[in-house]
């Protein structure tokens, strides 16, 4: 299996949480792991844990507790601080066990000069380094950092859980970090730990399966939102994303339902191009909506200067809501889409729509079945994974990426492939199309388009699901738009 970095294995733990599978069961799995593999390297002998206040501690808790089951091993354990300001639950439930398990020893260090005094730092046979986690950034503090140097001047094997302490799973610059002979990493294998230079830190590297659910990672679960980028407080207008939603002309619900999804996304702007013969019609939807008024009753070549302007001051183009099919429409679209930097490309504007795109850009298409088997030029198979082999192959041949609405809905940018489950038969009410096109649009403007589109699939089909309880099949799309912020705020 291919490594993953250390943001998506945290993805993956909140998606297992997600689906039911607790935290502490996890610790308990990685715990257990660690102490199988000291078991394996000796039968017998010393061995002290050294153990911070986070889930890398807590792994180190599980761990020591196992081993000291067996009589044939002294298990000592510092914890670096006080045990009330351990960071989670699953960690403070874990040490309160340890003083009912059986440890040689078992200390508080919060001091960085009292833990230099410590006198169990000799005669170990292994050191297992639990300090830090995989989310460490520039120089530790202390006294994790005398923590480090004190494990590294040590004559002792050193195991490390997960990662090194102090060691940047995403690359940046090391500036302190134990020296480890052994890192064993959970689920799968780590990006950072196949970084050249990279087994100085780590040295040998096992992975310890946990029992992470098939599904945390296969599926989009509230775990992947977490990687979304999100709007900081020195933010300026505009910053977390413009989106210019093209639509409109034959319908005027569709591009204001697409509008109004993006603005509860969390987009800055949003402004809506549509031919002047429904202009004011979008416009009396919202007063938050900016609204540009084209040329003639349908799209037309002749409002390409206008769009082309605009896409130049937005981050991203919604294309399709409401356009209607005629030919002029379709050879206007055409035309457009290789001035976009970045588009999403929905309902009409995919009719006849001619692929791969002679462009740069970066372009999301969101069809439905049907759709897609007209895009694909063929019947699309049953089976699942079947299903998800086309979508991918497609994906890659026409370089964009791909969410296939569904029951189960299909997401491949061509190197990874993503299903989803949310959402409902209260959903198939017209206009939640709309509404999933513009959660896609805000997402894309600010994130790449494989987070956009497995995020805004799960956004919507999580929205009509909190909807449904109270509408049940009464459900409106702009009952989903309501819950749109439910969802987002659910995981920060």
């Known amino acids: 299996m291919s490594s ?8 993956i733990d909140a998606n297992c949480t997600y689906l039911g599978l607790s935290p502490v069961q996890l610790m308990e799995n990685a715990g257990a792991a660690i102490a199988r593999e000291i078991m394996s390297k000796i039968s017998s002998g010393k061995v002290l844990f050294v153990a911070g206040r986070g889930n890398n501690g807590g792994d180190a808790f599980v761990a020591a507790r196992h081993l000291a089951t067996n009589t044939n091993y002294e298990v000592r354990l510092i914890l670096l601080g006080h045990s009330s300001r351990i960071r989670t639950e699953e960690s403070k439930q874990n040490f309160s066990l340890l003083s009912y398990s059986g440890l040689t020893e078992l200390k508080e260090i919060a001091d960085s000069k009292e ?4 006198s169990g730092w000799k005669d170990n046979d292994i050191i297992v380094d639990g300090v830090l986690g995989s989310g460490i950034k520039g120089a530790p503090r202390e006294p994790e950092s005398t923590a480090i140097a004190l494990i590294n001047s040590s004559n002792s094997f050193i195991i490390s859980i997960d990662s090194p302490s102090g060691y940047d799973l995403d690359g940046g610059e090391v500036v302190k970090s134990v020296i480890a002979d052994m890192t064993i990493t959970f689920h799968r294998m780590k990006t950072g730990l196949e970084l050249p230079g990279s087994e100085k830190y780590s040295g040998l590297v096992k992975v310890a399966p946990i029992g992470v659910c098939r599904d945390a990672e296969e599926y989009v679960g509230m775990g992947d939102l977490m990687s979304l980028s999100r709007r900081n407080r020195d933010a300026h207008k505009g910053n977390s994303g413009r989106v210019l939603i093209i639509g409109g002309g034959a319908y005027y619900g569709a591009p204001a339902l697409a509008a109004l999804a993006a603005l509860r996304t969390g987009a800055d702007i949003v402004t809506v191009a549509v031919p002047e013969n429904v202009a004011d019609t979008v416009a009396s939807f919202s007063p938050n909506l900016i609204v540009i008024p084209l040329k003639g009753d349908r799209l037309n070549p002749s409002n390409i200067p206008v769009l082309k302007n605009l896409l130049e001051t937005h981050d991203v183009a919604v294309i399709g809501p409401g356009l209607g099919r005629e030919k002029e429409t379709l050879e206007t679209v055409e035309q457009l889409l290789p001035l976009c930097r970045k588009a999403v490309v929905d309902a009409d504007a995919l009719f006849e729509l001619k692929l791969p795109i002679k462009s740069e850009g970066k372009f999301i298409l969101t069809p439905h079945s049907a759709e897609f088997s007209r895009l694909y030029g063929s019947e699309i198979p049953e089976e699942l994974d079947s299903k998800k082999n086309v979508v991918s192959s497609f994906a890659s041949d026409n370089d964009v990426t791909v969410v296939m609405k ?19 038969a209260g959903m198939t009410v017209g206009g939640t199309g709309d509404v999933l096109t513009g959660i896609t649009g805000a997402l894309f403007a600010v994130n790449d388009a494989m987070d956009a589109a497995s995020c805004a699939v799960f ?3 999580a929205a009509g699901d909190l909807a449904f309880k109270n509408k049940g099949n009464g459900l409106l799309a ?11 705020l659910g995981v920060l």
């Open 4 to 11: 993953i970095t250390s943001s998506k294995m945290r993805a």
């Open 478 to 488: 702009t009952d989903i738009i309501a819950r749109i912020t439910d969802v987002i």
């Open 406 to 424: 569904g029951k189960v809905d299909v997401i491949s940018d061509g190197s990874v492939a993503r299903l989803n489950r949310t959402g409902n």
């Open 115 to 118: 833990l230099e005094k410590y």
């Open 459 to 461: 956004i919507s089909g």
